[in-house]
C-alpha cells in the first residue's frame, strides 16, 4: 500500500484552498482546503510509517471532499466542483480498496471461517 495517492491529494487540496482564498477571499475555501489536504496529508504519513488509521483517515478525506464536491459539480457543472469531484471519487475507490482488501476486521473474519 502506498501513501503517495494521499501526498497528491493532500497537496492539491491544501494548494487549492489557497488559491480559492486568494482568488476570491473565500474564507469556507482555505478552510476546507487547507482542512481536507492536512487530513490527507496526516493519513499519508501514517499510512508511509505503516500506522494504524492511515488508510481510513484518507477514505474520511476523500469521504468529505466527496460530500461537498459532488453535489456542487451536479447542481453547477462548473469545471472546479467537477474536478474536485474526480479527486473525491479517485480517492474513495482508491481507499475504499485498501480498506477492503487490508482491513483487520477482514482478516479476522476470514481467521475465523
Sequence with gaps: ???????ILGVLCGTGGIIGYARTG???????????????LYSSKRINN?????VEL??????????????????SGKP???ALSALAT???????????TSSPSQKFAQKQQ
Excluded: F, N
Excluded at 500500500?1 to 501526498?7: G, N, Q, S, V
Excluded at 473565500?26 to 490527507?40: C, D, E, F, M, Q
Excluded at 479517485?90 to 477492503?100: A, C, S
Design 26 to 40: 473565500s474564507i469556507p475555501s482555505i478552510v476546507a482546503g487547507v482542512g481536507v489536504g492536512a487530513l490527507y
Design 58 to 75: 484518507a477514505l474520511l478525506a476523500s469521504t468529505i471532499l466527496a460530500g461537498s464536491s459532488i453535489p456542487r459539480a451536479l447542481r
Design 80 to 82: 472546479l466542483p467537477t
Design 1 to 7: 500500500m502506498t501513501a503517495i495517492p494521499a501526498l
Design 50 to 54: 505503516k500506522e494504524a488509521y492511515g
Design 90 to 100: 479517485t480517492g474513495l475507490l482508491y481507499y475504499g480498496y485498501q480498506y477492503v
